[in-house]
């Protein structure tokens, strides 16, 4: 297992960041009616969103995090 070389809260919301934006891409694809799809695709990509900006924010607080 790759340990984050920057802070574990932050890997994490990352790594649940993508595992929501997998999540919606699946429930397009899933075998239910459009508006059941839609309904799915944009809460995982509401709950992406959400981690990504908490992963931001906790990005900014590290002062051994090195932006290049």
């Known amino acids: ?4 070389p ?3 809260h932050r890997c994490n ?3 649940r960041a993508a595992a929501h934006r997998a999540m919606a891409m ?7 009616s459009a ?6 695709y944009h ?3 509401r709950q ?3 981690l990504a ?3 931001d924010r906790l990005g900014q607080d590290a002062p051994w995090e090195v932006n290049a």
């Not at 297992?1 to 984050?4: I, S």
């Not at 508006?35 to 799915?40: E, N």
Request: contains cysteine; aromatic residues 4%.
């Open 1 to 4: 297992m790759a340990t984050c």
């Open 13 to 15: 919301h990352r790594a």
């Open 53 to 55: 900006l908490a992963a």
């Open 48 to 50: 992406a969103h959400v």
């Open 6 to 8: 920057i802070s574990p």
């Open 26 to 32: 699946a429930a397009l694809a899933s075998n239910s």
């Open 35 to 40: 508006r059941v799809r839609y309904r799915r």
């Open 43 to 45: 809460a995982h990509m």
